[in-house]
Structures are given as structure tokens and as C-alpha cells.
């Protein structure tokens, strides 16, 4: 991926190109193999990924309310993940699993951390720009839940199903 391509990436949006070059030049490229797993759901974070070619699933794992996995999400070139972890070493949220023979640009978040330091204005852009991303992922979910929320009232679900909607609903939304 070329510098004039990468900043394209919206994560990139309104960010000097001396900036850009910088993060181009620090980042690593890594091939994946199909199937091959990038990083598992609760993982630590090290850095984020830029999809170079092929694509991407983000897939949530089993767990108490889920049954096998699911792909929530598929990312192709110029989309990126793993954002969060830029903004502290958190476990990831779901897992990454290329869905075909797929070439990611990483960017560690210590190169990240330290154009913060150095109080670089791009990089709180960066920080900025991430906000955007978490803010629409948000309001995705939240449209969601609600939407989930009135097919199970559709169907005059049992008192159980209505406490765990509720409870679902007020540790979500509040």
C-alpha cells in the first residue's frame, strides 16, 4: 500500500502527510494465510491492522449468550481494526480471521504512544478519528439491540426471556 493510499484510510483522515510517511515507514507488513487467525478474542492488543489485500473476519466467540462462532464483520482493503488498543493495551473485543490469503500493514501501538508523547497534533487527530469509528460502532449496536428488542416482544416471549431482554438492554444501553 502506498503512502497516498493509506492515507486514504479514514482512521488517516486530516493528517499531515509527513505524519502518514512516518506510520508507513514504522508500520510492518504481515502475510496471513486463509484461515489463519490474527489475533483471538481477549487477547492484548499490540497495535492495529490496515487490510492491504484480501479480507478480514471479525468474528465474535462462543460465550454464555452465543452458540459458536460468528462473523460480525468482513474487511477488505483499506479497511483497519484492532484501533482500540491505540488508545491503551486492552483485550481485544472479538477475533481476526483472514477469509482468504490476506496482507495487513501493523502498526504497533508503542509507535502510536510515542507521537503522543512527543505531543505530535496528528496523532490526537488519530485519537480523534478512532472516536468517529467507536461512536458509529455504537450507534450500530445500539440500533441493534433495540431492533432485537422489539422482535422478541413481537413474539410475546415467556417472563424469563423478558427479565434478560431487560437486563440485556439496561447493561448495554446505560
Given at each position: 500500500m502506498t503512502v497516498a493510499t493509506l492515507s486514504r484510510c479514514a482512521i488517516f483522515n486530516n493528517l499531515d502527510k509527513e505524519y502518514i510517511h512516518y506510520l508507513h515507514d514504522s508500520a510492518k507488513r504481515i502475510?496471513?494465510?486463509?484461515?489463519?487467525?490474527?489475533?483471538?478474542?481477549?487477547?492484548?492488543?499490540?497495535?492495529?491492522?490496515?487490510?492491504?489485500?484480501?479480507?478480514?473476519?471479525?468474528?465474535?466467540a462462543e460465550n454464555d449468550t452465543l452458540s459458536g462462532n460468528h462473523v460480525i464483520n468482513t474487511l477488505k482493503q483499506g479497511d483497519f481494526f484492532g484501533e482500540i488498543c491505540l488508545?491503551?493495551?486492552?483485550?481485544?473485543?472479538a477475533s481476526a480471521v483472514a477469509a482468504e490469503d490476506t496482507q495487513l500493514l501493523f502498526i504497533h501501538t508503542e509507535?502510536?504512544?510515542?507521537?503522543?508523547?512527543?505531543?505530535?497534533?496528528?496523532?490526537?487527530?488519530?485519537?480523534?478519528?478512532i472516536a468517529l469509528k467507536l461512536r458509529t460502532h455504537v450507534e450500530k449496536t445500539n440500533a441493534a439491540i433495540i431492533n432485537l428488542y422489539k422482535q422478541?416482544?413481537?413474539?410475546?416471549?415467556?417472563?424469563?426471556?423478558?427479565?434478560?431482554?431487560?437486563?440485556?438492554?439496561?447493561?448495554?444501553?446505560?
Open positions: 502475510a496471513i494465510a486463509k484461515d489463519q487467525y490474527v489475533f483471538h478474542q481477549n487477547d492484548t492488543g499490540e497495535g492495529m491492522y490496515i487490510v492491504l489485500s484480501g479480507s478480514v473476519n471479525i468474528v465474535l488508545l491503551g493495551k486492552q483485550p481485544r473485543t509507535d502510536f504512544a510515542r507521537q503522543i508523547d512527543q505531543n505530535n497534533i496528528n496523532a490526537l487527530k488519530m485519537g480523534f478519528n422478541i416482544s413481537a413474539t410475546k416471549a415467556p417472563k424469563e426471556i423478558e427479565k434478560y431482554k431487560l437486563k440485556l438492554l439496561s447493561e448495554v444501553l446505560f
